[in-house]
């Protein structure tokens, strides 16, 4: 049965899907500030959303940030209908890319394509910061 975590994950992965929830308003022009985005304190770490919705070229995009706790992972490798990017800021871990794990450090970067399984851990023993890019253009 799945945890109350991997339940949000996928009820949110399907709402981007559909374009509905926050998706349906348009990312307006605007510089932000972590003060600014949406904060969500979970279990594994400190989890913003700068933006989340449609453009005028996007169905839908969404970027944040993560710092994630040392020995933790956000969630299992997974899957999802959106191209994402991620770019490490600090720390150190491992990102698994389509069954591949590669050791990651401050400027590594992830490009993962739609559907294909990716995932993060935080190995060291400080904490790992990456931010996020996710769009799905139809």
């Known amino acids: 049965m799945a945890n109350r975590r991997e339940m949000m994950a996928v009820l949110g992965s399907a709402m981007f ?3 509905a929830s926050r998706a349906d308003a348009a990312v307006a022009d605007a510089v932000l500030d972590p003060a600014r985005a949406e904060l969500r304190r979970e279990p594994f770490g ?14 839908g995009m969404e970027a944040g940030s993560l710092e994630l706790k040392p020995g933790m992972t ?5 899957q999802h209908p959106e191209e994402e990017i991620m770019v490490i800021t600090e720390g150190t871990g491992e990102i698994s890319l ?13 490009f993962c394509a739609a559907g294909r399984s990716h995932g993060i851990v935080n190995t060291g023993k400080t ?7 996710k769009w799905k253009k139809a």
């Open 98 to 110: 389509n069954g591949k794990v590669s050791q990651c450090g401050l400027g590594s970067m992830m």
């Open 46 to 59: 400190d989890l913003r959303v700068y933006l989340s919705g449609s453009t005028a070229q996007l169905a």
């Open 17 to 19: 899907a559909l374009g």
């Open 127 to 133: 904490t790992l910061t990456f931010f996020y890019f």
């Open 74 to 78: 956000p969630h299992p490798p997974h």
